[in-house]
């Protein structure tokens, strides 16, 4: 059955969108018929990975329609690229209707080896550049469209709300975009522009394939998960469809969605 198409010509920017949850979300949004631009790192470990999206896009189209998506490559820890970004997407689709600040870093360490280097890299992708991107897309929604509104997702963490032993420099900054996008949803409701905050609970991707493919510690991790399974990539794409849609969600601002198969409510 086909999908109903619920982000027609909405015009849409993610984050870290080659690859993992963000990857899926860009995906989706443009199977339900929006206009998709999509932020990457850059350099030529990306140039396999562009070409990969650009071929699962193009499949998602239409024939003969006309390219409905864009990748631009920033360094989303630097105060000029989320503006840079939005600045691209609106010269490309004219507007920004939706942003998923999703870019992020979670590298493994215990808590007394820690160096500066690592936890200055986590804060400053993982909430530095989820504050610039997230400034850059509502200064546009507020100050340049006409009528101003929007909604901004922030990918978050269920380590927004649990520690991890061995992420004591990645949780906070996770808690830290769930706070960003609380006190963003009170700043910018005045222009209509709706701020919410997805949690992933342990989704297979890049970010967790070495710790996940230690089987015992997969083994544990899955018993602890009501559903009784990790989640994929594309178990976040459904709600941030739902939040991305006014017709769905236009009174939710300011709320946190666990996406963990029940994990949450399952750690005793
Ligand atoms: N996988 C999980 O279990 C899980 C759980 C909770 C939250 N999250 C969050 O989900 C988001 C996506 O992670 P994922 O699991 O899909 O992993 P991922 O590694 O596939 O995705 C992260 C993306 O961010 C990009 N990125 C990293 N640094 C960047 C920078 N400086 N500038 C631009 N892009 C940059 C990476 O290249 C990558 O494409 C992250 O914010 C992560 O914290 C993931």
């Keep these: ?135 850059a897309a509502g200064r546009q929604m507020a100050l340049q469209q006409s009528p101003p509104g929007g909604s901004i997702i922030g990918i978050s963490s269920i380590s927004a709300l649990v520690g991890g032993g061995q992420q004591c420099h990645y949780c906070p900054t996770k808690a830290g975009v769930l706070s960003l996008i609380q006190s963003t949803a009170v700043a910018l409701g005045k222009y209509n522009i709706r701020c919410n905050a997805l949690l992933p609970g342990t989704i297979r991707t890049q970010l967790n394939d070495v710790d996940m493919s230690d089987e015992k510690k997969r083994a544990y991790m899955e018993g602890r998960i009501p559903l009784g399974r990790l989640g994929a990539p594309k178990d976040l794409a459904g709600p941030a469809v739902f939040l991305a849609s006014d017709q769905l969600s236009g009174y939710v601002t300011g709320a946190q969605l666990l996406v963990d198969g029940g994990l949450f409510v399952n750690l005793q």
């Design 1 to 135: 059955m086909a999908t109903p198409q619920l982000l027609v010509g909405k015009v849409c920017g993610i984050t870290g969108g080659l690859t993992g949850i963000g990857r899926a979300i860009a995906l989706e949004y443009l199977r339900h018929g929006a206009k998709v631009a999509v932020n990457h790192l850059g350099g030529t470990n990306d140039d396999a990975l562009v070409e990969a999206f650009h071929k699962d896009a193009t499949d998602i189209l239409l024939p003969g329609e006309e390219r409905r998506f864009i990748t631009v490559a920033g360094d989303i820890s630097k105060p000029e690229t989320g503006a840079n970004f939005v600045a691209k997407i609106v010269e490309t689709f004219g507007r920004l209707d939706v942003f998923v600040s999703n870019a992020g870093v979670c590298q493994f360490a215990e808590f007394l080896d820690i160096e500066p280097a690592l936890l200055d890299q986590t804060v400053n992708i993982n909430l530095c550049g989820a504050f610039y991107a997230t400034q």
